[in-house]
Protein backbone atom coordinates (compact mmCIF):
# COMPACT_ATOMS: atom_id res chain seq x y z
CA UNK A 1 0.00 0.00 0.00
CA UNK A 2 1.32 3.19 -0.79
CA UNK A 3 2.46 5.81 1.98
CA UNK A 4 0.65 9.35 1.37
CA UNK A 5 2.94 12.12 1.47
CA UNK A 6 3.34 14.07 4.86
CA UNK A 7 1.78 17.48 3.55
CA UNK A 8 -1.43 15.03 3.03
CA UNK A 9 -1.16 13.93 6.56
CA UNK A 10 -1.35 17.57 8.13
CA UNK A 11 -4.23 18.61 6.08
CA UNK A 12 -6.25 15.66 6.96
CA UNK A 13 -4.88 16.70 10.89
CA UNK A 14 -6.29 20.16 10.52
CA UNK A 15 -9.69 19.32 9.33
CA UNK A 16 -10.15 16.57 11.91
CA UNK A 17 -9.21 19.12 14.94
CA UNK A 18 -11.91 20.99 13.61
CA UNK A 19 -14.55 18.08 13.54
CA UNK A 20 -13.33 17.16 17.14
CA UNK A 21 -13.09 20.71 18.20
CA UNK A 22 -16.89 21.07 17.18
CA UNK A 23 -17.91 17.75 18.43
CA UNK A 24 -16.47 19.14 21.73
CA UNK A 25 -18.58 22.08 21.48
CA UNK A 26 -21.68 20.35 20.51
CA UNK A 27 -21.52 17.62 23.13
CA UNK A 28 -20.61 20.07 25.96
CA UNK A 29 -23.84 22.71 24.84
CA UNK A 30 -25.85 19.68 25.09
CA UNK A 31 -24.70 18.30 28.39
CA UNK A 32 -25.02 21.81 29.90
CA UNK A 33 -28.77 21.94 29.10
CA UNK A 34 -29.71 18.43 29.82
CA UNK A 35 -28.32 18.90 33.61
CA UNK A 36 -29.99 22.35 33.85
CA UNK A 37 -33.07 21.07 32.53
CA UNK A 38 -32.88 18.60 34.66
CA UNK A 39 -31.45 19.72 37.87
CA UNK A 40 -33.78 20.67 40.78
CA UNK A 41 -31.48 22.65 42.51
CA UNK A 42 -28.03 23.88 41.60
CA UNK A 43 -25.58 24.23 44.82
CA UNK A 44 -25.01 26.99 47.67
CA UNK A 45 -22.98 29.87 45.87
CA UNK A 46 -21.52 30.64 48.75
CA UNK A 47 -19.92 27.58 48.12
CA UNK A 48 -19.65 27.61 44.52
CA UNK A 49 -18.11 30.48 43.92
CA UNK A 50 -14.95 30.22 45.92
CA UNK A 51 -14.66 26.84 43.89
CA UNK A 52 -15.14 28.29 40.75
CA UNK A 53 -12.41 31.00 41.51
CA UNK A 54 -9.98 28.26 42.75
CA UNK A 55 -10.56 25.81 39.82
CA UNK A 56 -9.84 28.71 37.20
CA UNK A 57 -6.76 29.64 38.94
CA UNK A 58 -5.76 26.28 39.04
CA UNK A 59 -6.45 24.95 35.46
CA UNK A 60 -4.60 28.06 34.57
CA UNK A 61 -1.40 27.20 36.32
CA UNK A 62 -1.07 23.71 35.08
CA UNK A 63 2.40 22.23 34.90
CA UNK A 64 4.02 20.17 31.89
CA UNK A 65 3.40 16.17 32.91
CA UNK A 66 5.43 16.05 29.69
CA UNK A 67 5.52 17.51 26.41
CA UNK A 68 1.75 16.76 25.58
CA UNK A 69 -0.31 16.73 29.03
CA UNK A 70 -0.58 19.05 32.10
CA UNK A 71 -2.09 18.22 35.51
CA UNK A 72 -3.10 19.93 38.19
CA UNK A 73 -5.05 19.69 41.62
CA UNK A 74 -8.32 20.65 39.64
CA UNK A 75 -9.59 17.42 40.72
CA UNK A 76 -9.36 18.07 44.60
CA UNK A 77 -12.20 20.84 43.89
CA UNK A 78 -14.15 18.84 41.41
CA UNK A 79 -14.87 16.37 43.92
CA UNK A 80 -15.08 18.72 46.71
CA UNK A 81 -17.89 20.73 44.69
CA UNK A 82 -19.72 17.41 43.97
CA UNK A 83 -20.01 16.01 46.82
CA UNK A 84 -21.27 18.71 48.63
CA UNK A 85 -23.70 19.53 45.95
CA UNK A 86 -25.02 16.16 46.22
CA UNK A 87 -25.36 15.37 50.03
CA UNK A 88 -27.20 18.96 50.42
CA UNK A 89 -29.71 18.03 47.07
CA UNK A 90 -28.06 19.93 44.56
CA UNK A 91 -26.81 18.71 41.14
CA UNK A 92 -23.46 17.02 41.37
CA UNK A 93 -23.51 16.62 37.06
CA UNK A 94 -24.22 20.27 36.96
CA UNK A 95 -22.12 21.46 39.40
CA UNK A 96 -19.25 19.55 38.25
CA UNK A 97 -19.71 20.21 34.56
CA UNK A 98 -19.42 23.68 35.96
CA UNK A 99 -16.27 23.56 37.95
CA UNK A 100 -14.47 21.02 35.51
CA UNK A 101 -15.25 23.24 32.26
CA UNK A 102 -14.09 26.77 34.66
CA UNK A 103 -10.31 24.90 34.42
CA UNK A 104 -10.35 24.93 30.66
CA UNK A 105 -7.71 27.80 29.94
CA UNK A 106 -4.15 27.71 31.00
CA UNK A 107 -1.28 29.94 30.78
CA UNK A 108 0.01 28.55 27.74
CA UNK A 109 -3.00 29.61 26.28
CA UNK A 110 -2.74 33.21 27.06
CA UNK A 111 1.26 33.65 26.30
CA UNK A 112 0.61 31.84 23.05
CA UNK A 113 -2.72 33.42 22.43
CA UNK A 114 -4.01 29.94 20.90
CA UNK A 115 -8.48 30.15 20.72
CA UNK A 116 -8.74 26.56 19.56
CA UNK A 117 -7.41 24.47 22.22
CA UNK A 118 -9.37 26.07 25.36
CA UNK A 119 -12.26 25.34 23.21
CA UNK A 120 -11.10 21.82 22.76
CA UNK A 121 -10.52 21.66 26.76
CA UNK A 122 -13.79 22.90 28.05
CA UNK A 123 -15.64 20.68 25.58
CA UNK A 124 -13.66 17.56 26.74
CA UNK A 125 -13.38 18.72 30.52
CA UNK A 126 -17.25 19.82 30.68
CA UNK A 127 -18.11 15.67 29.73
CA UNK A 128 -15.24 14.93 31.94
CA UNK A 129 -16.96 16.80 34.85
CA UNK A 130 -20.55 15.34 33.96
CA UNK A 131 -19.39 11.90 33.99
CA UNK A 132 -18.19 12.41 37.69
CA UNK A 133 -21.24 14.25 38.86
CA UNK A 134 -22.97 11.36 37.64
CA UNK A 135 -20.90 8.80 39.42
CA UNK A 136 -21.15 10.62 42.55
CA UNK A 137 -24.60 10.70 42.25
CA UNK A 138 -24.96 7.21 41.86
CA UNK A 139 -22.54 6.12 44.14
CA UNK A 140 -24.37 8.18 47.38
CA UNK A 141 -28.08 6.92 45.88
CA UNK A 142 -26.27 2.80 46.16
CA UNK A 143 -24.77 3.36 49.06
CA UNK A 144 -26.06 6.06 51.08
CA UNK A 145 -24.90 9.10 52.30
CA UNK A 146 -22.40 7.64 55.22
CA UNK A 147 -18.73 8.75 55.92
CA UNK A 148 -17.50 5.15 54.19
CA UNK A 149 -19.96 5.78 52.04
CA UNK A 150 -19.36 8.48 50.50
CA UNK A 151 -15.69 7.92 50.43
CA UNK A 152 -16.13 4.94 48.22
CA UNK A 153 -18.28 7.03 45.95
CA UNK A 154 -15.56 9.70 46.15
CA UNK A 155 -13.10 7.04 44.93
CA UNK A 156 -14.74 5.66 42.08
CA UNK A 157 -15.48 9.43 41.01
CA UNK A 158 -11.96 9.96 41.02
CA UNK A 159 -10.96 6.87 38.95
CA UNK A 160 -13.97 8.03 36.68
CA UNK A 161 -12.77 11.97 36.40
CA UNK A 162 -9.35 10.26 35.26
CA UNK A 163 -10.36 7.70 33.10
CA UNK A 164 -12.89 9.53 31.28
CA UNK A 165 -10.22 12.37 30.32
CA UNK A 166 -7.46 10.61 29.81
CA UNK A 167 -9.57 8.08 27.20
CA UNK A 168 -10.96 11.12 25.32
CA UNK A 169 -7.13 11.95 24.76
CA UNK A 170 -6.52 8.74 23.76
CA UNK A 171 -9.75 8.79 21.43
CA UNK A 172 -9.21 12.17 20.10
CA UNK A 173 -5.21 11.74 18.96
CA UNK A 174 -6.05 8.20 17.19
CA UNK A 175 -9.00 10.27 15.31
CA UNK A 176 -6.03 13.26 14.51
CA UNK A 177 -3.10 11.91 13.84
CA UNK A 178 -4.71 7.96 12.91
CA UNK A 179 -2.12 6.45 15.64
CA UNK A 180 -1.31 7.47 19.27
CA UNK A 181 1.58 10.07 20.15
CA UNK A 182 3.97 7.11 21.67
CA UNK A 183 5.28 9.44 24.31
CA UNK A 184 1.93 11.22 25.44
CA UNK A 185 1.88 9.12 28.62
CA UNK A 186 4.97 9.90 29.85
CA UNK A 187 5.29 10.37 33.46
CA UNK A 188 2.14 9.17 34.23
CA UNK A 189 3.29 6.42 36.85
CA UNK A 190 3.53 9.56 38.81
CA UNK A 191 0.61 11.56 37.65
CA UNK A 192 -2.13 8.54 38.26
CA UNK A 193 -1.42 7.90 41.97
CA UNK A 194 -1.14 11.75 42.63
CA UNK A 195 -4.18 12.37 40.74
CA UNK A 196 -6.66 9.49 42.42
CA UNK A 197 -5.48 10.73 45.86
CA UNK A 198 -6.17 14.34 45.45
CA UNK A 199 -9.83 13.29 43.81
CA UNK A 200 -10.29 11.18 47.05
CA UNK A 201 -9.13 14.19 49.13
CA UNK A 202 -11.67 16.70 47.72
CA UNK A 203 -14.55 14.13 48.12
CA UNK A 204 -13.54 14.11 52.17
CA UNK A 205 -13.52 17.78 51.95
CA UNK A 206 -17.01 17.90 50.49
CA UNK A 207 -18.45 15.67 52.88
CA UNK A 208 -16.79 17.46 55.74
CA UNK A 209 -17.89 20.50 54.85
CA UNK A 210 -21.88 19.19 54.46
CA UNK A 211 -21.14 18.00 58.03
CA UNK A 212 -20.24 21.05 59.47
CA UNK A 213 -23.23 22.94 58.11
CA UNK A 214 -21.25 24.74 55.62
CA UNK A 215 -18.38 26.56 58.48
CA UNK A 216 -16.70 29.64 56.56
CA UNK A 217 -13.60 28.19 58.22
CA UNK A 218 -13.44 24.65 57.09
CA UNK A 219 -14.08 27.03 53.37
CA UNK A 220 -11.01 28.45 54.21
CA UNK A 221 -9.12 25.08 54.97
CA UNK A 222 -10.40 23.85 51.76
CA UNK A 223 -8.67 26.26 49.56
CA UNK A 224 -5.56 25.77 51.60
CA UNK A 225 -5.44 21.78 50.71
CA UNK A 226 -6.12 22.52 47.17
CA UNK A 227 -2.92 25.40 46.80
CA UNK A 228 -0.88 22.50 49.10
CA UNK A 229 -2.07 19.67 46.10
CA UNK A 230 -1.18 22.18 43.53
CA UNK A 231 2.02 22.49 44.75
CA UNK A 232 2.78 18.51 44.72
CA UNK A 233 1.89 19.14 40.92
CA UNK A 234 4.12 22.26 40.58
CA UNK A 235 6.86 20.70 42.17
CA UNK A 236 6.85 17.46 39.61
CA UNK A 237 6.68 19.86 36.78
CA UNK A 238 9.73 22.21 38.55
CA UNK A 239 11.89 19.04 38.77
CA UNK A 240 10.97 18.25 34.89
CA UNK A 241 12.16 21.47 33.64
CA UNK A 242 14.98 20.73 35.52
CA UNK A 243 16.41 17.69 34.51
CA UNK A 244 15.72 19.17 30.91
CA UNK A 245 17.97 22.10 32.02
CA UNK A 246 20.52 19.82 33.27
CA UNK A 247 20.41 18.27 29.68
CA UNK A 248 20.80 21.18 27.71
CA UNK A 249 23.76 22.60 29.94
CA UNK A 250 25.68 19.10 29.08
CA UNK A 251 24.79 19.46 25.48
CA UNK A 252 25.54 23.03 25.29
CA UNK A 253 29.23 22.18 26.79
CA UNK A 254 30.09 19.45 24.65
CA UNK A 255 28.85 21.63 21.14
CA UNK A 256 30.93 24.41 22.48
CA UNK A 257 33.73 22.52 22.45
CA UNK A 258 32.96 20.53 18.86
CA UNK A 259 31.32 22.56 16.43
CA UNK A 260 31.38 19.56 14.23
CA UNK A 261 28.67 18.14 15.71
CA UNK A 262 26.28 20.94 16.85
CA UNK A 263 22.69 19.55 16.59
CA UNK A 264 24.13 16.22 16.42
CA UNK A 265 22.68 15.59 19.84
CA UNK A 266 18.92 16.93 19.01
CA UNK A 267 19.01 14.70 15.35
CA UNK A 268 20.08 11.44 17.21
CA UNK A 269 17.44 11.76 19.49
CA UNK A 270 14.83 12.47 16.34
CA UNK A 271 16.08 9.67 14.69
CA UNK A 272 16.36 7.24 17.65
CA UNK A 273 12.58 8.68 18.33
CA UNK A 274 11.55 7.70 15.08
CA UNK A 275 12.86 3.80 15.34
CA UNK A 276 11.86 3.91 18.97
CA UNK A 277 8.12 4.75 17.92
CA UNK A 278 8.43 2.14 15.17
CA UNK A 279 9.50 -0.74 17.32
CA UNK A 280 6.83 0.00 19.88
CA UNK A 281 8.84 2.37 22.81
CA UNK A 282 6.07 3.76 24.51
CA UNK A 283 5.49 6.49 27.26
CA UNK A 284 8.18 7.38 29.71
CA UNK A 285 10.64 4.11 27.77
CA UNK A 286 10.84 6.64 24.82
CA UNK A 287 11.41 9.68 27.03
CA UNK A 288 14.28 7.87 28.34
CA UNK A 289 15.70 6.85 24.58
CA UNK A 290 15.30 10.51 23.67
CA UNK A 291 17.14 11.59 26.96
CA UNK A 292 20.07 9.15 26.39
CA UNK A 293 20.17 10.12 22.93
CA UNK A 294 20.70 13.50 24.08
CA UNK A 295 23.96 12.54 26.45
CA UNK A 296 25.49 9.46 24.77
CA UNK A 297 28.64 11.83 23.13
CA UNK A 298 29.00 13.71 26.76
CA UNK A 299 32.38 11.40 27.25
CA UNK A 300 33.58 14.00 24.66
CA UNK A 301 34.21 16.21 27.31
CA UNK A 302 37.75 14.34 28.57
CA UNK A 303 39.05 13.84 24.76
CA UNK A 304 41.42 16.69 23.63
CA UNK A 305 39.54 19.47 21.11
CA UNK A 306 42.50 19.41 18.98
CA UNK A 307 41.64 15.56 18.70
CA UNK A 308 38.35 15.89 18.08
CA UNK A 309 38.68 18.90 15.45
CA UNK A 310 41.84 16.97 13.42
CA UNK A 311 41.36 16.86 9.51
CA UNK A 312 42.50 13.74 8.03
CA UNK A 313 42.95 10.50 9.24
CA UNK A 314 43.39 9.26 12.78
CA UNK A 315 46.32 7.10 14.49
CA UNK A 316 45.80 4.10 16.26
CA UNK A 317 47.03 6.11 19.45
CA UNK A 318 44.59 8.32 18.50
CA UNK A 319 41.99 6.50 17.92
CA UNK A 320 42.34 4.82 21.33
CA UNK A 321 42.15 8.09 22.97
CA UNK A 322 39.18 8.86 21.09
CA UNK A 323 37.55 5.41 22.63
CA UNK A 324 37.68 6.92 25.79
CA UNK A 325 34.83 8.63 25.25
CA UNK A 326 32.33 5.59 25.32
CA UNK A 327 33.43 4.75 29.09
CA UNK A 328 33.93 8.30 30.14
CA UNK A 329 29.77 9.27 30.13
CA UNK A 330 29.30 7.04 32.74
CA UNK A 331 32.25 8.73 35.18
CA UNK A 332 31.34 12.10 34.15
CA UNK A 333 27.37 11.04 35.08
CA UNK A 334 27.78 8.41 37.67
CA UNK A 335 26.81 10.52 40.57
CA UNK A 336 23.54 11.91 39.12
CA UNK A 337 21.08 9.74 40.04
CA UNK A 338 18.44 10.52 37.56
CA UNK A 339 19.99 10.18 34.75
CA UNK A 340 21.18 6.55 35.18
CA UNK A 341 18.35 4.24 32.70
CA UNK A 342 19.83 6.71 30.43
CA UNK A 343 23.82 6.87 31.11
CA UNK A 344 23.18 3.21 30.97
CA UNK A 345 21.49 3.00 27.19
CA UNK A 346 23.71 5.85 26.44
CA UNK A 347 27.15 3.93 26.94
CA UNK A 348 26.09 0.79 25.45
CA UNK A 349 25.69 2.11 21.96
CA UNK A 350 29.46 1.08 21.43
CA UNK A 351 28.71 -2.56 21.86
CA UNK A 352 27.88 -4.45 18.90
CA UNK A 353 24.72 -6.15 18.92
CA UNK A 354 25.85 -9.37 18.03
CA UNK A 355 28.18 -9.26 21.00
CA UNK A 356 31.37 -10.76 19.16
CA UNK A 357 33.28 -7.69 19.03
CA UNK A 358 33.15 -6.75 22.84
CA UNK A 359 31.38 -9.59 24.73
CA UNK A 360 28.62 -8.00 25.58
CA UNK A 361 25.26 -8.11 23.90
CA UNK A 362 23.54 -4.01 24.39
CA UNK A 363 19.88 -3.55 25.09
CA UNK A 364 17.63 -3.00 22.71
CA UNK A 365 17.72 0.84 23.45
CA UNK A 366 21.45 1.10 23.17
CA UNK A 367 21.28 -1.04 19.58
CA UNK A 368 18.31 2.00 18.58
CA UNK A 369 20.72 4.36 20.04
CA UNK A 370 23.92 2.68 18.01
CA UNK A 371 21.86 2.90 14.52
CA UNK A 372 20.59 6.81 15.09
CA UNK A 373 23.77 7.38 15.85
CA UNK A 374 25.79 5.98 13.10
CA UNK A 375 23.18 7.57 10.38
CA UNK A 376 23.63 10.76 11.63
CA UNK A 377 27.49 10.65 11.32
CA UNK A 378 27.21 9.00 7.91
CA UNK A 379 25.44 11.96 6.94
CA UNK A 380 26.75 14.94 7.98
CA UNK A 381 30.14 16.66 7.49
CA UNK A 382 32.62 15.74 9.86
CA UNK A 383 36.49 17.38 10.37
CA UNK A 384 37.89 14.32 8.25
CA UNK A 385 35.58 14.16 5.78
CA UNK A 386 32.08 15.50 4.05
CA UNK A 387 28.61 14.12 4.12
CA UNK A 388 27.87 11.48 2.62
CA UNK A 389 24.21 10.65 0.69
CA UNK A 390 21.20 9.17 2.54
CA UNK A 391 21.24 6.34 0.06
CA UNK A 392 24.80 5.33 1.06
CA UNK A 393 24.18 5.95 5.06
CA UNK A 394 20.96 3.34 4.09
CA UNK A 395 23.59 0.95 2.79
CA UNK A 396 25.91 0.50 5.25
CA UNK A 397 23.55 0.60 7.74
CA UNK A 398 21.72 -2.50 5.69
CA UNK A 399 25.76 -3.90 5.39
CA UNK A 400 26.14 -4.65 9.20
CA UNK A 401 23.09 -5.29 9.95
CA UNK A 402 22.84 -8.36 12.31
CA UNK A 403 26.44 -7.97 13.13
CA UNK A 404 27.14 -4.21 13.94
CA UNK A 405 24.13 -2.78 13.98
CA UNK A 406 20.36 -4.20 15.37
CA UNK A 407 18.33 -5.15 11.69
CA UNK A 408 15.10 -4.40 13.54
CA UNK A 409 16.27 -0.78 13.95
CA UNK A 410 18.01 -0.01 10.80
CA UNK A 411 14.54 -1.28 8.69
CA UNK A 412 12.85 0.70 11.23
CA UNK A 413 14.62 3.69 10.64
CA UNK A 414 14.92 3.80 6.82
CA UNK A 415 11.45 2.85 6.71
CA UNK A 416 10.16 6.11 9.15
CA UNK A 417 12.25 8.52 6.88
CA UNK A 418 11.36 7.51 3.72
CA UNK A 419 7.45 7.46 4.92
CA UNK A 420 7.89 10.95 5.94
CA UNK A 421 10.06 12.27 2.83
CA UNK A 422 12.89 13.59 4.93
CA UNK A 423 16.36 13.71 3.37
CA UNK A 424 19.66 14.04 5.12
CA UNK A 425 23.57 13.84 3.85
CA UNK A 426 24.91 15.07 0.51
CA UNK A 427 22.63 13.80 -2.69
CA UNK A 428 26.16 13.45 -3.90
CA UNK A 429 28.58 12.02 -2.63
CA UNK A 430 28.03 7.59 -2.66
CA UNK A 431 31.34 6.74 -1.13
CA UNK A 432 34.07 6.79 1.57
CA UNK A 433 37.18 7.82 0.09
CA UNK A 434 35.05 10.86 -1.73
CA UNK A 435 33.90 12.10 1.23
CA UNK A 436 37.24 12.21 3.00
CA UNK A 437 39.58 13.51 -0.68
CA UNK A 438 36.90 16.85 -0.25
CA UNK A 439 37.45 17.11 3.29
CA UNK A 440 41.13 16.92 2.69
CA UNK A 441 41.16 19.48 -0.24
CA UNK A 442 42.37 16.59 -2.45
CA UNK A 443 39.11 16.72 -4.64
CA UNK A 444 36.79 19.42 -5.75
CA UNK A 445 33.52 19.27 -4.23
CA UNK A 446 31.63 20.29 -7.39
CA UNK A 447 33.47 17.54 -9.25
CA UNK A 448 31.52 14.50 -7.61
CA UNK A 449 27.47 16.07 -8.97
CA UNK A 450 27.33 13.52 -11.66
CA UNK A 451 28.70 11.12 -9.92
CA UNK A 452 26.01 7.83 -10.12
Same mark, same amino acid.
Given at each position: ????????? !??????????????????? %??? $???????????????????? &????????????????????? #??????????? +???? *?????? &?????????????????? @????????????? &??????????????????????????????????????? =???????????????? +?????? +????????? *??????????????? %???????????????? $????????????????? !????????????????????????????????????????????????????? !?????? =?????????????? /???????????????????????????????????????? /????? %?????? +?? &?????????????? #??????????????????????????????????????????????? !?? @?????????????????????
Amino acid at each position: MPRRPISEF !HGRQGRRKIVVTVLYVVLS %VAT $FWVAAATAEELASLALLVPL &LIANVYLGYRSVLVNDNLSAS #SSGMVLLAGGV +SAAL *SGGSAV &LVCAILAASSAIQEVDVR @EKRIQEPIWNFGQ &LALTGAAVGMTIEFGIELLGSGAWAVIISAAFASATNLA =VNLGQVYLAVRYIYSR +SIPNLW +SGMATLIPS *SLLVGLVGGVLGFAF %VEAGGSTLLLVLMMIL $FLVGHQAFASFGLLRTS !HEATLAGFVKALEAKDLYTRGHAERVAHFATLIGEELGQRGTKLEALNWAALL !HDIGKL =VVPKELIQKKGRLT /EEEWAIMRRHDDAVEEILDEVEFLQPMVAIAAGTHHFFDG /EKTGV %VPSVES +SI &LAVADAFDAITTTR #SYRVALSQRYAFEELRRCAGTQFMPEAVEALIGAIEARGETYGSPDV !HD @EETARAIAEGRLPADSVKDQP
